[in-house]
């Protein structure tokens, strides 16, 4: 049990993993429970050898190792056993997620962990299908032929993930490139490594070929570049901010290659006057709280119809105050701590400009004083009313449990409001008249939007942003595609095998 082992003093590392063994590097770094400020284990850290190493190994693994030669069949067999790895040791990956990340236990128990496993379980069981070859005849005037379309892996794919749902986003990155039988260099958060560095040892128990899968920790700010401008990577799947998107978009450029971008958001959720208002203020607690509201789809943006406003307000405030803060490992917890004191200290300077600039606080806005929370890097649930979209709480993303409330007057306003902002990731739309909020949910310039629900992610539907919030999809057949190139193969037709090309020259 991990609860047990990290009981014990000594301290354990987790090394990388690089064509298909652990491997020690001589830098070291420490992991941090924001919990509790203390440090939790070591992890090795690449440096440029290591890196070059992964690519390496990644690169050999697609061009000659048996992986390339591996039948669809065989490869969804290695997936399921991975998705059987993370179910039989889901308890102990949900403490060990919980510990590094801050997320509470009840939600990386029962959604995380769980949706991690099911993610590997969808892509195997429907890889065969989402890449079945299409066999295309064409008969002009001109010419017949058959072409033949096929899915091909894009070779040495490197995915990079933030800290937020740490193994998660992994595994959805994983699932899907390995899926479509690429060779992966993925790199997590090295804020929180601990959970993607244990999947490595399950990837190694499914006896993956070597070099299929590679883990390595190491500096963005250093490594990026060295990571994703390298001309034997064939695609980067990001997932992070936009400040970072942009920096790998420049590095990618020096080698052209497939990016795919999932970045930031500024969500906004659309509450009209006939909602139902309790599980309008109950699911919108959940879009902006849960996970601290550390999501890039949060609901950081409440807009509520003028004549029920004060109604959502002091019932959404009410609730939001009773919401129990505690470390991460305990059950009761429904709010655990903020990343780091980085991340809290952000989100602390923007609760300051938030009452500069006029926002009404309604409740939280600050570190909550008991003793038990001292170590950890807590922050109370956060309320702004009036919120104007003038103001930088309302535009910028916060990344933090800061929800800014604000009113509107009739549904063309509520639409120019929630379509007022750079992001375009998700919205949400609360209504009991169905047609009413579809048509809404059409004008919203955003990749999801939920209708009277939030955060509802399928494997089997796409899901990604537009505007700054990125391009390219995850998740669904179209979220596998991108991880493939498509081939064309054409063949004449022509009656006597004589198209007129051939005899262009009249020779
Ligand atoms: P981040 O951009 O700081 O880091 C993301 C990853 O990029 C990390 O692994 C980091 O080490 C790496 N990185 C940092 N600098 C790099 C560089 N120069 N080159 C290459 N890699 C580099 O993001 P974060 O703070 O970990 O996560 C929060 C952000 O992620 C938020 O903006 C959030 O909205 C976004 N996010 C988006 C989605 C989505 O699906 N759209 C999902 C989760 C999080």
Redesign the pocket.
């Given at each position: 049990m991990v609860i047990g082992y990290f009981i014990k003093t000594m301290i354990p590392h987790y090394p990388l993993f690089i064509n298909g063994e652990f491997k020690e590097t001589s830098k070291k770094q420490d992991v941090i429970n924001p919990s509790t400020g203390e440090v939790i284990a070591t992890v090795s850290i690449a440096e440029a050898g290591e890196i070059d190493y992964a690519i390496k190994s990644a690169r050999d693994a697609i061009d000659c190792g048996p992986w390339r030669n591996f039948t669809l069949a065989e490869r969804k067999d290695f997936i399921l056993k991975i998705s059987q790895g993370i179910l039989d040791r889901a308890a102990e990956l949900a403490s060990l997620e919980s510990l590094n990340a801050g997320k509470p236990i009840k939600e990386t128990t029962f959604m995380d962990i769980p949706s991690a496993a099911a993610t590997f379980d969808y892509f195997a069981n429907n890889l065969e299908k989402y890449l079945a070859k299409e066999n295309v005849e064409i008969n002009s005037s001109i010419a017949s032929a058959q072409s033949n379309l096929v899915r091909e892996p894009q070779g040495v794919v490197v995915l990079?993930?933030?800290?937020?749902?740490p193994l998660l986003?992994a595994s959805w990155k994983l699932a899907q490139a390995l899926a479509a039988g690429n060779a992966i260099i993925l790199?997590?958060?090295?804020?929180t490594p601990l959970s993607v560095l244990e999947l490595a040892k399950i990837i190694k128990e499914a006896g993956l070929p070597a070099g299929a899968v590679n883990i390595i920790n190491?500096?963005?700010?250093t490594?990026?570049?060295a990571?994703?401008s390298d001309s034997r990577v064939d695609m980067i799947s990001?997932?992070?901010?936009?400040?970072?998107?942009r920096?790998?978009l420049e590095?990618t450029s020096k080698n052209v290659k497939k990016v795919t971008m999932?970045?930031?958001?500024k969500s906004a959720a659309i509450v009209l006057k006939d909602a139902d208002l309790e599980s309008a203020v109950n699911g919108l607690l959940c879009a902006i709280f849960l996970n601290q509201g550390?999501?890039?789809?949060a609901m950081s943006r409440i807009l509520v119809e003028e004549s029920i406003y004060d109604d959502f307000v002091n019932d959404f405030v009410a609730k939001a105050k009773r919401i129990k803060l505690g470390p991460a490992l305990n059950f009761e917890t429904q709010m655990g701590p903020l990343?780091s004191e980085a991340?809290r200290k952000k989100v602390l300077e923007y609760v300051g400009k938030g009452k500069t600039e006029g926002g009404r606080l309604l409740c939280g806005g600050g570190i909550p004083q008991q003793e038990e929370f001292k170590k950890g890097f807590f922050f109370e649930p956060t309320v702004f009313g009036d919120a104007s979209p003038k103001m930088k709480i309302f535009k910028e993303?916060i990344?933090g449990p800061v929800a800014c409330i604000s009113k509107f007057s009739s549904i063309e306003e509520a639409a120019a409001l929630a379509n007022d902002c750079v992001f375009g990731?998700a919205a949400s739309v609360w209504s009991k008249d169905g047609s009413k909020a579809k048509n809404l949910a059409k004008v919203i310039n955003a990749g999801t939007v939920w209708v009277n629900t939030y955060g509802m992610f399928f494997n089997e539907l796409p899901?990604?942003?537009f505007k700054q919030?990125?391009f390219g999809k995850?998740l669904g057949k179209e979220g596998l595609l991108e991880y493939t190139r498509l081939k064309n193969i054409v063949t004449d037709k022509t009656e006597g095998s004589k198209p007129l090309v051939n005899y262009w020259y009249g020779f």
């Open positions: 990079i993930v933030p800290w937020n749902y986003i790199k997590p958060s090295s804020l190491a500096s963005g700010d490594m990026g570049e990571l994703c990001f997932t992070g901010s936009n400040a970072v998107g920096k790998i590095y999932e970045l930031g958001g550390q999501m890039c789809t990343m991340q993303e990344f990731l899901y990604g942003g919030s990125g995850e």
